[in-house]
């Protein structure tokens, strides 16, 4: 068992090395926040209330007010006073419809509801002018709703890779290990994927499943396993005719077992690597899919759907939730892509 | 030598003038629609972008004056008005004398005469079971001999050559045109872009891609088409003559716009190019840019376009900053209905008992219309209560139909007929089954606003309401295949004319246009009855009973109409926007 | 050599009967049923049968896909669904903009991130190539969809140093006026990660061996760079500028719509909305092609740029 022992000191020197990389190490305590983040997010101990209407609508950044557009944001209640108006000056009836009691067949329900319904009354309650980092069009607070959206857009990110990275490695190792016909099969098929623009595949997908979460995650899968195939294949066809290999061969190991117990452990410093740089890719995807129309549903909040409210409050002059998404997103971003150059250098075999 | 080429040229200027062609082809007017058009050959087409191109293309027999408000029908290619006979069933037309044609390969070289035939082929194009005109409805079972023409087609194309009783020519520029009932809107409908004439022989020579060769007698012909992207029109060297002569009506522009345009032989602009701009970001900063003559506001910019009064909202003025500029601001409100739909067929919202009519009741009674009245529409809308929209034949503006937005008494509704909380503080269905509601919806970002509040409605009632998200022409599908249960829907008038909207609930329709499949019994007597009538009293009074049923059946939640505001830059001269004609690019002037 | 290319073209045919199973499948059980936008605001069952049978939708798939084989082998999809226009002019005209488009920003992308890679790469691990890789790192982060929204809006609205949108017939006029802009802007997205990785392909190959046994001969730097380094790191280069070629169809999706360019993604799109079958099959057809083309003549390059590759 040499082989694992060798996996693992891969693994021990590629953490000394990442502690001494300053860069990589801070990037890597920013990443872990971030990771918090979202499982407090994702648990509800974090912006929990993003849904509820807080603020009046678009109120601007408490420190940032002067920098937002003048005008003012219509209400309901403006709404109400105007229609009030124009139903008098119409003779339309104050109250309830034109129907008469006779002519609606519930009225007599409605009467009796309407004594119940205090239960159901919520009173009004008292929206900030300003938030922090502002409120969007329901006046919903943006810092919520990004905080909120930092846990799902990473949940998509991380899962969406994790899928690729799985669905890429179990073709791959099969490719690559068995070779002959299942590896012409395999490959086949990835040409027929590589083959296809990946926005047909997405416009496909995205049309037979449901919005949400799960979709947007298998539809990343979906479309970007091909890279981490392409890796895979190439390491277990180097991998297999190793010496370590064909001695768990001599002590009767399965062929799954040499290809996921033995084979895998030394290849994965390169699934990790694969894994962070697909993270990145599918966070910034995650916007492009929203913007498309292919996000998360309603309630449910991530970056891309909020970044795809953007282009029509940016010709209001309401600029902070882009703002406050694109920095969050930057630095995230930045600190997940230098961790992966860290990890990179920090787990390459080749660097001594 | 000098002399010689005067007279030529004077020669020439009398020939121009001869044919009226006056429009100045350095003026090039830009504007943009949002959605790409499908093609111009005018019984093939229904989508809006395409019948603006059409429609200054092509010439129907009836048009609209320009200025008058309400809108007013006038003769296009006719003398006058169609003699219409006692009964209402038989209208004669007379064709103005020497109207032709845009040159074109098929009149090999010679000048085509727009004659009464042309009008008779174009209509019947309508019926033709080849061609599956969208507008086929307008026409079928209507004229004398119709039906029995397109039964005797079957699959094949209709002989255009056999005789029909409604659509035939008593001489080279008389139609007549005879239905078989009584109707008071045909004037109407001949009025729409597609009853425009084409001519036989170009059809025949593009039988292949007639969408592409449209050529017609209209102000421009089609001098570039690029798909989805790129449209250029330019002046019909052979446009009729024809004078800018409106009487004002009581709009306060009209002064300007008659001192402006007064004699002008149309249409000005030589050139027109349209683009497509499907996003509204750029659509609005090409216009402030200039690179569009003519602009809606998108509804993102209404705040920043407009001076919006909070106490009422539907009296909006332009901005300053851009008043300065002489930017010209024109608003009108669309003749159209937005609703919501339930579908009556369905086991969860349809049917007629009571506890089902309370649970549509509750959810209408939950949607908080005026916050996306406010939030979505910016104030430019204003709410639903009659089927009939304001300006369309029929309108009352007394009737109120709107349930009152009351989520607290819709709950205590819901309650009353056992519309239970479960454990987990959801309602479910009075027989014990769970209850969760599909609401079909598009993808855009605007149907993802909307949804917002439709969440709201239904997160207020306890009521699960899950998304069913669709391409437009898959959710029409199911819908009509009755398989959706709720679905909001825009209705804009084809004609000013109440039947054209008391239709979407006619038991008949559904399956079609009566996306609800409500089937009401009386409902369906008081509209038959009603088509019998002109507009008038009489007809208003069947057509209040018809909203009192529905107010009370509650097949729709009243949506919206929306106050449509156009912008246009100082240099465009002689502009109105017209309620039911798309574009007025014939009647402007560019004058930079 | 030539047997070689023989081999690999005729190992295409069962990837595009591949691509073209997997289109079928796909678009007839998610694509949508073109004869209800045909059809109208009003329709009956008449209308639609007769639609459909036009397009050929009453056929068994079998049929179907047998037509898809004859299309596919002629390369003649037919007529449009939507508008009735042969595929082959819509997509004529849509090639132009988009390769003018695409290309531009790749011209300018590559030559940029290249050149500056090389130097970069040369100081490696000094405060310039930190600074820079961060620099990088941190543009990289921001979404696409960011920039161009706020360079619209702020470089062309705010501050008018370009037409807001636009895409003239001329190719002068459009590089002069409508291009500038969108190209800027897709260069911004493109140059950090392709920067990235070129600095990272150089600085790989200055870590071999033979770059330390040059340098032991007495080699100058900058010799051992151009001669050395460049040429074989120049193969991943290739590589990725071939594989993306295929993509300048349809990449620039966002700029496109944003700028009104009448591109090849908008195209798409608008197809896939409008259920228009042939046309999506013309550009994956096209496509799945030109892919296998230019991964084909990657190899190629690879053999010319270093002749000890073997072509197997």
Not at chain 2, 128 to 142: A, H, K
Not at chain 2, 379 to 396: D, L, R, S, T, W
Not at chain 2, 454 to 465: E, G, N, T
Not at chain 3, 8 to 23: A, D, H, K, N, W
Request: hydrophobic letters at 45%; aromatic letters at 10%; one cysteine or more.
């Amino acid at each position: 068992m040499a082989n694992e022992k060798g996996s693992r000191s891969l693994w021990a020197l590629g953490w000394k090395r990442l502690r001494k990389d300053h860069i990589g190490f801070v990037s890597l305590w920013m990443v872990a926040a971030f990771v918090l983040l979202a499982l407090a997010g994702a648990l509800g101990l974090v912006a929990s209330g993003w849904r509820n209407e807080v603020a009046k609508p678009y109120a601007p950044p408490t420190l940032l007010k002067s920098l937002g557009p003048k005008h003012v944001q219509l209400t309901a209640e403006n709404i109400d006073a105007a229609n009030k108006a124009s139903e008098q000056a119409n003779g339309q009836p104050s109250t309830g419809t034109s129907l008469t009691a006779d002519e609606d067949p519930l009225a007599g329900d409605l009467a009796e509801a309407s004594k119940n319904e205090g239960q159901y009354q919520e009173a009004a309650t008292q929206k900030a002018e300003t938030l922090p980092m502002g409120a969007d069009l329901r006046g919903r607070d943006v810092l919520q709703k990004v905080l909120k959206g930092t846990s799902t857009s990473m949940l998509v990110g991380l899962m969406g890779s994790l899928a690729a990275i799985v669905l890429g490695t179990i073709m791959g190792g099969f490719g690559g290990y068995f070779g002959q016909k299942i590896d012409d099969l395999l490959m086949w098929f990835y040409s027929v994927f590589t083959s296809v623009p990946d926005m047909l595949l997405l416009l496909a997908f995205s049309a037979v499943l449901r919005r949400g979460i799960s979709t947007v995650i298998l539809v990343m899968a979906l479309t970007s396993w091909t890279g981490t195939f392409r890796l895979m294949r190439a390491e277990f066809l180097k991998h297999k005719s190793r010496e370590y290999v064909k001695a768990a061969d001599a002590i009767g190991a399965s062929h799954l077992r040499r290809m996921f117990v033995h084979i895998l452990p030394n290849v994965s410093y390169l699934l990790l690597v694969q894994f962070s740089i697909l993270t990145v890719a599918l966070i910034k995807y995650e916007v492009i899919l929203s913007f498309l129309g292919f996000g998360v549903s309603v309630t449910q909040i991530s970056w891309g759907s909020m970044l795809a409210e953007a282009p029509a409050e940016l010709i209001q002059g309401y600029w902070w939730q882009m703002a406050c998404v694109t920095l969050f997103m930057s630095i995230l971003v930045t600190a997940f892509s230098m961790l992966t150059d860290s990890l990179r250098d920090a787990l390459d075999p080749k660097v001594k | 030598m000098r002399k010689g080429q005067f007279a030529l040229a004077a020669l020439t200027a009398i020939l121009i003038s001869g044919n009226g062609f006056a429009a100045d082809m350095n003026k090039v007017l830009h504007v943009a629609f949002n959605a790409p058009e499908t093609g111009f050959d005018p019984a093939k087409i229904s989508d809006q972008y395409s019948s603006s191109i059409v429609e200054n293309i092509f010439d129907p027999l009836i048009t609209y004056d320009y200025l008058a408000r309400p809108v007013k029908l006038i003769p296009n290619t006719t003398e006058a008005m169609p003699t219409i006979s006692k009964d209402g069933k038989v209208y004669t037309f007379h064709l103005k004398h020497g109207i032709y044609f845009a040159d074109d390969p098929a009149f090999g070289g010679k000048k085509r005469e727009l004659v009464a035939e042309d009008y008779a082929y174009s209509i019947k194009r309508l019926l033709d079971p080849t061609i599956n005109s969208p507008y086929s409805f307008l026409v079928n079972g209507r004229f004398v001999g119709g039906d029995e023409l397109v039964a005797k087609a079957g699959k094949n194309t209709l002989d255009y050559n056999a005789p029909l009783e409604g659509i035939k020519t008593l001489d080279k520029y008389t139609l007549q045109l005879t239905l078989k009932e009584t109707n008071f809107n045909m004037t109407y409908i001949l009025s729409m872009p597609v009853f425009g004439a084409v001519a036989r022989e170009v059809i025949e020579a593009n039988a292949a891609n007639t969408m592409a060769h449209p050529v017609g007698t209209g102000p421009y012909l089609l001098k570039e088409w690029k798909p989805g992207t790129k449209m250029v029109l330019e002046a019909n060297p052979n446009y009729r003559k024809d004078v800018f002569n409106f009487a004002p009506s009581k709009d306060a522009i009209d002064a300007g716009i008659i001192k402006a345009m007064k004699g002008k032989t149309l249409p000005c602009i030589g050139r027109v190019e349209v683009s497509i701009i499907e996003e509204e970001q750029p659509t609005w900063l090409a216009f402030l840019e200039k690179q569009l003559d003519i602009s809606g506001i998108p509804q993102p910019a209404l705040q920043e376009a407009l001076v919006i009064d909070p106490k009422d909202p539907t009296k909006a003025t332009l901005n300053p900053k851009y008043a300065k500029m002489g930017i010209q601001h024109q608003r009108y409100k669309l003749q159209e209905v937005t609703y919501t739909y339930f579908n009556m067929d369905d086991s969860v919202v349809g049917g007629d008992s009571k506890e089902k009519l309370a649970l549509r009741r509750a959810i209408a009674m939950a949607f908080p219309r005026s916050e996306t009245i406010a939030a979505i529409r910016r104030g430019q809308a204003v709410p639903v209560n009659y089927m009939i929209p304001e300006g369309v034949g029929g309108h009352n503006p007394n009737f109120k139909g709107a349930a009152e937005y009351d989520p607290a008494k819709a709950n205590a509704l819901l309650d009353k007929f056992g519309y239970k909380k479960g454990a987990d503080g959801w309602r479910v269905q009075p027989n014990g089954k769970p209850l969760s509601i599909e609401y079909a919806t598009g993808s855009a970002a605007i149907d993802k606003q909307w949804n917002e509040y439709w969440q709201k409605a239904f997160d207020s009632l306890k009521i699960h309401v899950t998304w069913k998200v669709g391409k437009w022409n898959e959710l029409d599908k199911e819908a009509r295949q009755s398989k959706l249960q709720m679905w909001g829907l825009a209705w804009g008038a084809d004609y000013p004319d109440g039947d054209n909207f008391m239709m979407l609930l006619y038991g008949k329709n559904a399956g079609d246009v009566n996306y609800a499949n409500f089937k009401n019994a009386e409902y369906d007597k008081l509209f038959e009855s009603s088509l019998k009538l002109p507009d008038g009293p009489e007809r208003n009074k069947l057509y209040d009973q018809m909203n009192k049923i529905v107010v009370a059946q509650q097949p729709w939640i009243f949506g919206d109409t929306r106050v449509r505001n156009t912008l246009a830059q100082p240099y465009v001269k002689g502009f109105k926007i017209h309620p039911i004609v798309n574009t007025t690019w014939r009647y402007i002037d560019l004058q930079k | 050599m030539f047997a070689y290319i023989i081999r690999r073209v005729l190992q295409m045919i069962p990837t595009i009967f591949g691509v073209m199973l997997l289109l079928f499948i796909l678009f007839n059980w998610v694509g949508g049923d073109p004869s209800y936008i045909l059809a109208g605001k009003s329709m009956n069952a008449t209308t639609l049968a007769n639609i459909r049978a036009q397009l050929g939708l009453d056929k068994s798939q079998f049929a179907q896909f047998l037509i898809f084989v004859k299309q596919v082998a002629t390369l003649n999809f037919g007529i449009s669904w939507s508008n009735q226009q042969p595929v082959s002019s819509i997509l004529a005209a849509r090639v132009g903009p988009s390769v003018t488009l695409t290309g531009f920003i790749m011209l300018v992308s590559t030559v940029l991130s290249i050149s500056m890679a090389s130097l970069v790469a040369y100081v490696r691990g000094s405060l310039t190539d930190r600074m820079v890789t961060l620099i990088c790192t941190t543009a990289m982060s921001v979404s696409a969809l960011v920039y161009i929204i706020a360079g619209q809006f702020w470089l062309a609205h705010k501050l008018g140093w370009f037409p807001v949108l636009g895409w003239g017939d001329s190719f002068a006029k459009n590089l002069v006026t409508y291009l500038p802009l969108p190209v800027l802007l897709g260069v911004i997205v493109s140059l950090a990660p392709d920067l990235r990785f070129y600095r990272s392909c150089f600085v790989e190959e200055m870590n071999h061996d033979y770059v330390r046994t040059a340098r032991a001969k007495g080699l100058s730097e900058p010799k051992i760079m151009l001669k050395h380094v460049m040429r074989n790191a120049l193969i991943p280069v290739v590589t990725s500028i071939m594989m993306s070629l295929p993509y300048l169809l349809v990449g620039a999706l966002l700029l496109e719509t944003f700028f009104a360019i009448p591109g090849m993604g908008r195209e798409v799109i608008m197809a896939v909305d409008k259920s228009d079958f042939p046309v999506i099959k013309a550009i994956t057809i096209y496509i799945a092609i030109l892919t296998m083309i230019f991964n084909l003549l990657a190899d190629i390059v690879y053999k010319l740029i270093d002749p000890r590759v073997q072509l197997k």
